[in-house]
């Protein structure tokens, strides 16, 4: 049975003429008048719905597809297949309150400007077969230019590198020597967006994040962004060792997973400082989800 979480959507019609707004979207087959949404008052209109976790695309629309939300591809609240551009949601197993969109709008716009974020890339170039000289990054930020991002090489297959990207939803991917080689996706992958002819990674750059992804493989929900806040760690990249501190309290649970979504430990150790055995793990890239009494954040560790 897939899981499914409570999602709660609201959306500002002022300045709209109509009589029932509604909510159409993958999880509904895109019905006109499935999911109506309620009035709550001074122009805003909400509704909660229990949603299957995956990544859905959706629009607000009014009086069975009279009217609908509009978008240019890139907004950042969208995702964009097939010449369609739509909100794009992603449920990974936790309740959500939605802030309030305006109609034909993103709720993350900031006045019509597009501010910068930094955005950290890095990419476990472990799994490559070719022969690996330089790896790049494009995307519609650089034109697909092919060599203007190259990234660095930090250690134990993982290269990263920093950019500042405008508030905006892209499409880009991973490439190697240019174009020499790059990676591959299927339609439909997660975290991925189809034109009809290209399948590409897709980012919401919506904040300074930082991202990280295996080369040629779709990206897992959930685990992509982490924070750093309030944690230490060192040596990191390690070949044995991660040592984990914090002042402020103690770290009650700690998940560890590879790139790919699978837990490979787990430890409870109420301190305020941890070691992470890295000695048995292969090389690469992992996750330290750390529990504490203010909730979890997540931290990258490299092994060599």
């Given at each position: 049975?897939?899981?499914?979480?409570n999602?709660?959507?609201s959306?500002?019609m002022?300045?709209?003429?109509?009589?029932?707004?509604?909510?159409?979207?993958?999880?509904?087959?895109?019905?006109?008048?499935?999911?109506?949404?309620?009035?709550?008052?001074?122009?805003?209109?909400?509704?909660t719905?229990?949603?299957?976790?995956?990544?859905?695309?959706?629009?607000?629309t009014?009086?069975?597809?009279?009217?609908?939300?509009?978008?240019?591809?890139g907004?950042?609240?969208?995702?964009?297949?097939?010449?369609?551009?739509?909100?794009?949601?992603?449920?990974s197993?936790a309740?959500?309150?939605?802030?309030?969109?305006?109609?034909?709008?993103?709720?993350?716009?900031?006045?019509?400007?597009d501010?910068?974020?930094?955005?950290?890339?890095?990419?476990?170039?472990?799994?490559?077969g070719?022969?690996?000289g330089?790896?790049?990054?494009?995307?519609?930020?650089?034109?697909?230019?092919g060599?203007?991002?190259?990234?660095?090489?930090?250690g134990?297959?993982?290269?990263?590198v920093t950019?500042?990207l405008?508030?905006?939803?892209?499409?880009f991917?991973?490439?190697?020597?240019g174009?020499?080689?790059?990676?591959?996706?299927?339609?439909?992958?997660?975290?991925?967006?189809?034109?009809?002819?290209?399948?590409?990674?897709y980012?919401?750059?919506?904040?300074?994040?930082?991202?990280?992804?295996?080369?040629?493989?779709?990206q897992?929900?959930?685990i992509?962004?982490?924070?750093?806040?309030?944690?230490?760690?060192?040596?990191?990249?390690?070949q044995?060792?991660?040592?984990?501190?914090?002042?402020?309290?103690?770290?009650?649970?700690?998940?560890?997973?590879?790139?790919l979504g699978?837990?490979?430990?787990?430890?409870?150790?109420?301190?305020?400082?941890?070691n992470?055995?890295a000695?048995?793990?292969?090389?690469?890239?992992?996750f330290a989800?750390?529990?504490?009494?203010?909730?979890?954040?997540?931290?990258?560790?490299?092994?060599?």
């Open positions: 049975m897939t899981s499914q979480s999602i709660t959507f959306v500002d002022s300045g709209q003429t109509f009589t029932q707004a509604y909510i159409s979207g993958s999880f509904n087959s895109w019905s006109g008048d499935s999911n109506p949404l309620t009035d709550m008052g001074g122009g805003i209109w909400e509704v719905l229990p949603i299957a976790d995956g990544e859905h695309e959706y629009k607000f009014y009086d069975n597809w009279t009217g609908q939300d509009t978008f240019t591809q907004d950042v609240c969208t995702i964009t297949n097939y010449g369609n551009t739509n909100r794009r949601l992603v449920v197993g309740d959500q309150v939605l802030a309030t969109a305006p109609f034909n709008g993103c709720a993350e716009a900031t006045d019509g400007i501010p910068n974020h930094n955005v950290t890339f890095s990419v476990d170039m472990n799994g490559y070719g022969t690996l330089t790896v790049y990054i494009n995307g519609e930020w650089n034109g697909w230019c060599a203007c991002n190259a990234l660095t090489d930090l134990g297959g993982i290269w990263g950019l500042p405008d508030e905006k939803a892209f499409q991917k991973f490439t190697v020597d174009w020499n080689d790059q990676e591959t996706f299927n339609p439909g992958d997660l975290q991925t967006s189809t034109d009809g002819t290209f399948t590409n990674r980012i919401k750059v919506d904040g300074d994040k930082n991202v990280s992804y295996v080369w040629n493989q779709p897992v929900l959930g992509n962004e982490f924070s750093t806040v309030n944690y230490k760690v060192f040596p990191n990249p390690t044995n060792v991660w040592t984990l501190q914090t002042n402020n309290q103690n770290i009650i649970k700690i998940d560890l997973y590879d790139m699978k837990l490979v430990l787990t430890i409870s150790p109420n301190t305020n400082e941890v992470i055995d000695s048995s793990l292969v090389k690469g890239l992992y989800r750390i529990s504490n009494n203010n909730g979890v954040n997540t931290v990258k560790l490299i092994k060599n």
